[in-house]
């Protein structure tokens, strides 16, 4: 019951602050706008946006946004919009090491992804909330009570969907357009660099990642670093169309000639040692892949080329895969 009890205050308390807010909002709207203070001055203000829980009003041009996943960290960040508050991953200390540090000082620490310090979200005053339903699904409404909350449905292979309804969110549709269009011209250069799209092609490239405390990963083609390397058209091995749902396709060190390609990617979360990495890489059937015999095994950061998600750390994956490829 002191649970419960401790529960039901804490969401009061959020909803105390949201209207507070809400009446602070309306005061602003009075003095700085317009002198009738019409619904429609007052309506001018936000707009509407489609998410993944029914639509939401959210400000035109909010000025203090609070991000719960590294996605929507990278897409704030992207379009130039500093976050006052995120959330970090459970394997890191601190925001991602590739997104700039000067554009991340500052940020403070709300929690952990997927289990976020509402407290000091609250306390941060936020005007909009960036976050996903697999993530923060079941904390919607101790969310919405803080600030208006735009989810997506997913992370992951909708990256490109995601940042859009971001970039609605934050009222920075025309950013985006040039984010967009840059990558692309950055994906043709890194496809033309690497021998063209034929030749892309026709180069199997796998990617594997060790997991502590669970089987090797052989990422499939529904993830984001499938979507990267299916925009350079990259060849894909057969194994990859086994994934599970797409993901991937999971194996024992005893089975990892699977993972075999003409290039192999790889990367590890959490300790090397604990994840399998060393062992299966020392092995006798690591060394007998093709990728491995002919020096095309390439090993990568984890927190970027799997936990990045996004068109910032896309751009850097791009730079990093053209420069070992061509290496």
């Known amino acids: 019951m002191a649970i419960s009890l401790r529960r039901r205050g804490l969401a009061l308390g959020a909803?105390?602050?949201a209207g507070a807010l809400t009446l602070s909002a309306?005061?602003?709207?009075?003095?700085?706008?317009?002198?009738?203070?019409?619904?429609?001055?007052?309506?001018?203000?936000?707009?509407?946006?489609?998410?993944?829980?029914g639509d939401v009003k959210v400000p035109v041009s909010p000025k203090r946004v609070v991000v719960l996943d590294t996605g929507e960290l990278d897409s704030a960040l992207t379009l130039g919009?500093?976050?006052?508050?995120?959330?970090?991953s459970a394997s890191e200390d601190s925001?991602?090491?590739?997104?700039?540090?000067?554009r991340t000082k500052g940020?403070?620490?709300?929690?952990?992804?997927?289990?976020?310090?509402?407290?000091?979200?609250a306390s941060l005053k936020p005007d909009l909330i960036l976050t996903s339903k697999v993530r923060d699904g079941d904390r919607y409404e101790q969310l919405k009570a803080i600030a208006p909350t735009v989810m997506t449905e997913s992370t992951g292979t909708a990256w490109k969907e995601n940042f859009q309804l971001h970039a609605e969110a934050l009222g920075k549709q025309a950013e985006a357009k040039k984010v967009v269009a840059d990558y692309d011209a950055?994906?043709?250069?890194?496809?033309?660099?690497v021998g063209g799209k034929e030749k892309a092609a026709d180069t199997d490239v796998n990617f594997v990642r060790f997991v502590e405390g669970a089987d090797i990963r052989i990422y499939g083609k529904q993830n984001y670093i499938g979507s990267i390397l299916a925009d350079l058209g990259m060849g894909r091995p057969a194994i990859?169309?086994?994934?599970?749902?797409?993901?991937?396709?999971?194996v024992s060190p005893e089975k990892i000639d699977l993972a075999d390609a003409d290039v192999v990617f790889t990367s590890t979360y959490g300790d090397p040692a604990k994840a399998g990495t060393t062992k299966t890489m020392n092995s006798g059937l690591w060394k007998g892949l093709k990728a491995s015999k002919d020096g095309k095994v390439f090993k990568v950061d984890d927190r970027l080329w799997i936990a990045g998600i996004g068109y910032t750390a896309a751009d850097k994956?791009?730079?990093?895969?053209?420069?070992?490829m061509t290496g």
């Open 240 to 250: 990859t169309d086994k994934a599970k749902d797409g993901f991937s396709y999971d």
């Open 15 to 17: 909803l105390s602050l």
């Open 107 to 121: 940020i403070e620490e709300v929690g952990e992804i997927a289990n976020p310090n509402l407290e000091t979200v």
């Open 317 to 324: 994956i791009l730079d990093e895969f053209q420069a070992k």
């Open 95 to 102: 925001f991602p090491s590739y997104l700039p540090a000067d």
């Open 186 to 193: 950055h994906v043709a250069k890194v496809t033309e660099a």
């Open 26 to 53: 309306c005061g602003f709207s009075e003095s700085g706008g317009s002198a009738s203070g019409s619904s429609d001055s007052a309506s001018a203000k936000t707009h509407t946006v489609k998410t993944a829980m």
């Open 81 to 88: 919009v500093q976050p006052v508050g995120a959330t970090h």
